[in-house]
C-alpha cells in the first residue's frame, strides 16, 4: 500500500486519468511474457501513465522521498520479468509518449519518444525509403524504449547488429529525476567519442540506471532488393557446416535462421499447406542488395548448400519470398500445437553459443527434451549463434511447471558451459538474474557499484539484473 498523499502528489502531476490504483487495472501491469511473472503475483500498487519528460523526472523525485520502487514499462513484450513489480511499487507506463519527433533523413537520423512501436517507426521510415534495421519477432507490439533498454535484436543482427549500433544518442531521467542527454547535448554528428560513452551504458540497462525519454536513432536506406535460400538437411551437424561454409566464402547474408525438426512439425501442424520435407534441420538465408549482388550471394549460397542439403531452392522473386519466409514467421505462434492442450512458455528461450556449436547445442536441447518428457521446439538465429528453445506445458499442472523450471536451468546451465550465454537478446531481469555471478564474474562488481552511484536509494527497478545483492 503507498501513503494517500503519495498517490495524491502522483495524480496531481500526471492527471487523474493516467493513475490506476484499482485492482482490474493494476492486474494488467502485473506480468510481461515470462513464465516467472505469469506463476507469480506482482501486482503493483500503483499504474501511471506518463506522457512527458517533466512527468516522469516529478514522479522519480517522489519516489526517491518516499523510497518507493519505480518500474519503467513500455509493452511488456519482455521475456525475463524485467517490467514487473516484484517488490510492488508504481509502475511507469510509458507507451503514450509514442511520437516521431524529428525525422532528419538527411542526416541519416530520426528522434523519437521511447514508447514508439517498432513497425509504426519502420512503417513511417519506409514511406522515406529508409529503415531501422534491428528487427524483433515482436516488431508490432514492443517499443523502441524497451528495445534500447534490451539492446534488442533479430534475425537481421547477423549483417546489420543490434540496437545499440543505432543508438546516437538518448534523454534520460536518472533515479534522482535529474534529466540528462547521452551523446553530446545538441549532437546531429553521426559519430562522437566526446567523453565517457554513456549512451552505451544506459542501452541495455534494463531501466535500472534511468527512464529513457528521449531516442536519437541512426537509420540506413532501405536495400533495393532481397533474396532467400531455403535449404532442408538430414543431418544437424550437416546444416552447421553450410553456415559456416558461407562466412569462409566471404558471403554475408542479412539473416540465417534454422528451425530444427520439432519446429517444423510444429509449423506444418499449424500451416499443413507448407508441406515441408521429412528433415532434421531447415535452413533459411536472407541476402540483400542490389539485384546482382542478390544473385550472386543467393546463388553461391544455394550451390554451398547443395553440397550438405538434401533440398535447396532460392528466389528473388517477392511473392515466393513470402511463401518460403512462411515457416519460420509461424513458427512462435505454432509451438503450442506440438502438444494438444498446451502452450510454450518463455524460460531458457534465448541462450547463444558460439556459431560453430549451434548443431551441438541443437542435439543436446533435443536430448533434454527427452530427458525431462517436455517437448522443445527450436528455432533462431544461427548466423549468431541464438537459439530459441520453446519448451511446450500445461501450465495448469504444477508438477509440469516444476519440471520446466528445471529443464530451463539445465538449458542456461548449458549455454554457460558451451562458451556462450544465458541471453543473447531478451536480457536478464529476474528470470536471469542467478546466473550473472557465474556469467560475468567480477564485472558483476563494477556494475552493482554503477548502480549504487546512480540510485544509492535503489529505488529505480530494484531486484533485477543481480545489481542489488549483496
Ligand atoms: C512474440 C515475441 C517475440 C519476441 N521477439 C524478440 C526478438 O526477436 N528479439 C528480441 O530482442 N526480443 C524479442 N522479444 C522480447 C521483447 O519484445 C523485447 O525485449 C522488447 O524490446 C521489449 O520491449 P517492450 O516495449 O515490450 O518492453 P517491456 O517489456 O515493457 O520492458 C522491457 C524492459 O525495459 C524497461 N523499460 C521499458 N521502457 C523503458 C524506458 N523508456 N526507459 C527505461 N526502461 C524501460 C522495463 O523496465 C523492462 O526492464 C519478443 C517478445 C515476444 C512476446
Redesign the pocket.
Known amino acids: 500500500m503507498l501513503p494517500a498523499d503519495l498517490i495524491r502528489q502522483v495524480e496531481k502531476i500526471a492527471g487523474l486519468e493516467n493513475v490506476f490504483t484499482d485492482e482490474a487495472n493494476r492486474l494488467c501491469y502485473a506480468t510481461?511474457?515470462s513464465l516467472l511473472s505469469q506463476i507469480n503475483n506482482w501486482v503493483p500498487d500503483l499504474v501511471v501513465r506518463v506522457t512527458n519528460t517533466e512527468q516522469v523526472s516529478n514522479i522519480l523525485k517522489l519516489a526517491n522521498q518516499h523510497r518507493v520502487p519505480v518500474?519503467?514499462?513500455?509493452?511488456?513484450?519482455?521475456?525475463c520479468c524485467?517490467?514487473v513489480a516484484c517488490r510492488g511499487g508504481i509502475v511507469m507506463d510509458?507507451?503514450s509518449m509514442n511520437r516521431i519527433l524529428n525525422l532528419d533523413l538527411e542526416n541519416l537520423q530520426v528522434v523519437v519518444q521511447?514508447?514508439i512501436v517498432h513497425a509504426d517507426l519502420n512503417k513511417a521510415l519506409a514511406a522515406h525509403g529508409f529503415f531501422f534495421p534491428p528487427?524483433?519477432?515482436?516488431t508490432k507490439?514492443?517499443?523502441l524504449?524497451?528495445?534500447?533498454?534490451?539492446n534488442?535484436?533479430?534475425?537481421r543482427s547477423v549483417k546489420y547488429g543490434t540496437t545499440k549500433q543505432y543508438i546516437l544518442g538518448l534523454e534520460v531521467v536518472l533515479p534522482s529525476g535529474e534529466v540528462i542527454v547521452t551523446g553530446g547535448a545538441r549532437s546531429r554528428a553521426l559519430k562522437s567519442v566526446a567523453g565517457y560513452d554513456l549512451t552505451s551504458l544506459f542501452t541495455g540497462?534494463?531501466?535500472?540506471l534511468?527512464?529513457?525519454?528521449r531516442i536519437r536513432l541512426k537509420v540506413l536506406p532501405i536495400p533495393e532488393k532481397r533474396g532467400l535460400v531455403v535449404a532442408f538437411f538430414d543431418k544437424l551437424e550437416a546444416s552447421g557446416q553450410a553456415v559456416i561454409q558461407v562466412f569462409r566464402r566471404r558471403l554475408l547474408p542479412s539473416a540465417i535462421e534454422i528451425m530444427d525438426r520439432t519446429a517444423m512439425k510444429a509449423a506444418t501442424m499449424y500451416k499443413p499447406e507448407l508441406e515441408l520435407p521429412p528433415a532434421e534441420a531447415m535452413l533459411l538465408f536472407e541476402v540483400d542488395g542490389s539485384p546482382a549482388e542478390v544473385a550472386y550471394q543467393a546463388q553461391n549460397i544455394a550451390a554451398i548448400c547443395q553440397q550438405f542439403a538434401n533440398q535447396v531452392e532460392w528466389t528473388d522473386d517477392p511473392k515466393r519470398l513470402i511463401e518460403l519466409w512462411t515457416a519460420r514467421s509461424v513458427v512462435?505462434a505454432a509451438a503450442g500445437r506440438v502438444k494438444p492442450g498446451a502452450t510454450r512458455v518463455?524460460i531458457g528461450e534465448d541462450i547463444c553459443v558460439p556459431v560453430i556449436r549451434v548443431p551441438e547445442a541443437l542435439r543436446r536441447i533435443q536430448e533434454l527434451s527427452e530427458q525431462y518428457n517436455i517437448p522443445i521446439v527450436t528455432y533462431g538465429h544461427i548466423g549468431d549463434g541464438n537459439l530459441h528453445a520453446a519448451p511446450v506445458i500445461n501450465t495448469y499442472d504444477s508438477a509440469e511447471i516444476e519440471k520446466v523450471k528445471q529443464l530451463g536451468d539445465a538449458v542456461h546451465r548449458m549455454a554457460l558451459e558451451m562458451e556462450g550465454t544465458t541471453t543473447g537478446?531478451?536480457?536478464v531481469?529476474l528470470t536471469r538474474a542467478g546466473y550473472m555471478e557465474e556469467e560475468l564474474g567480477p564485472a558483476l562488481q563494477v556494475m552493482r557499484q554503477i548502480k549504487r552511484l546512480l540510485d544509492p536509494l535503489n529505488i529505480l527497478?530494484p531486484g533485477?539484473m543481480a545489481l542489488d545483492e549483496n
Open positions: 510481461d511474457s518500474i519503467p514499462r513500455g509493452a511488456g513484450t519482455g521475456q524485467g517490467a510509458l507507451s521511447p514508447g528487427d524483433p519477432g515482436s507490439m514492443c517499443t524504449g524497451g528495445m534500447v533498454v534490451f534488442s535484436s533479430g534475425q540497462s534494463e531501466g535500472t534511468g527512464i529513457v525519454t512462435g518463455y537478446e531478451h536480457g531481469g527497478n533485477k
